[in-house]
């Protein structure tokens, strides 16, 4: 029996069976089971893959109970103070920071292809009235399939390029037009003399003719905020879009089935919860009620912006947007109602035993959801910016699948549950 590995014993048989174990660079070792069935005919059980490694990744390290997040080696407070979104969204696609140069010629690219066809303009006139952004996000961005299929096979990097360019660049167009189609407002095309974020924010407020100002705290606090959600390794959405991305699906399908996973309450819409939640609660004297029922075991009621599958004792990008969201109550015009009955639950919730005992502190959507609010941006766009941080990370994740050798296709197996035939015998 070799030292670095597992050996299992089926104590009905008394067989026994070896897995290597494979060494990670940094985290728990990993046991290789993929021969698991063809040696023994069982199926490993593991509800929600809490402990499954779906994959060799080299992009995002975590460690949930040290409060640790790092991109390519990087950790998230130094890119997140000192970088740019898109000095991070370089990394994860190059796996290296860009040179000043090569930052300025990122920027070019991404610019260069910020214009939507205008045909893609139909599609948002097809939604209905104030259907949501996500909706007709992820529908966009399938459609970019159908725009582009020059290049469906991504046979070459350049082509590959090509595409995450196309997707980080047009994502802001289409996610501020979304926005003003489902207000009925006139679209704002880009504004080329603009940096990525600010740009983004001028797409989503100005009118035509109208000059708008936007104050600096705002460009850094998005443009951090998309930092903070470029990548997370292997979460529901980044498993979806590798899942798809397995099946030799487009990028583009792929990257538009990551938008739909995040749209979920329990993953990127939950900063949108956060502030519909606070207005529920709607003063600070209901708190008390709604702390007792997130306590109450037959009430499905769960406090929106608190827990976290990952990290236990802190999470780190919610650290530093605590420190942004104090300094935006002094530079901007907070929601003060809000803020009050947020700042209550967070201080009942770090003290209060059914939440430490759990581990459950407030998480990055708590502090985005506020600082989304206070930057005024509607709360339903709130996740299709998750989408436009996170969209470099799944880029980076479906290259990485892509330039595997032994890729398989992604096909769980299960445990049935279900009755045994029932077909009547001829
Ligand atoms: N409010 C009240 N109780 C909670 C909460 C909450 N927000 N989160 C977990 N619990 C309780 C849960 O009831 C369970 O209690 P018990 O042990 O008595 O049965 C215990 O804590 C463990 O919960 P879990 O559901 O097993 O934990 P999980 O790791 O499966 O879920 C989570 C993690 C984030 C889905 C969950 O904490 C949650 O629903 N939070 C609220 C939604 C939210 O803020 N989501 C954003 C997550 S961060 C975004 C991202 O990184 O993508």
Redesign the pocket.
Known sequence: MSKESITVIDNRTGEKFDFPILQPTLGPDVVDISSFYKDTGMFTFDR?FTSTASCRSKITYIDGAKGKLMYRGYDISYLATKKTFLDVAYLLLHKELPSEEKLKAFQFELKKRSYINESMKKLFDAFPDNAHPMAILSSAIASLSAFYSDSLDMDTPEEVMEMAHRIIAKIPTIAAFSYRYSQGHPVIYPDLTKGFTENFLFMLRAYPHNYIELKPIEIEALDTIFTLHAD?EQ?ASTTAVRVVASTQAHPYAAISTGVSALWG????G?NE??IRQLEMIGSVENVDKYIAK??D?NDPF????????VYKNF?PRATILKKLRDRLVDELDIDSHLLEIANKIEKIALSDEYFVK?K?YP????YSGLILNALKIPKEMFAVIFVMGRAPGWIAQWIELKEQPDMKIARPRQLYLGPDEKTPKE
Request: glycine share 14%; no cysteine.
């Open positions: 929600g997370h979460n309450r329990a993953h990127g939950a919860s956060v997130a306590k075991k769960r406090l929106m912006g608190f827990g976290h599958r999470d759990r459950l998480n990055i959507d708590f």
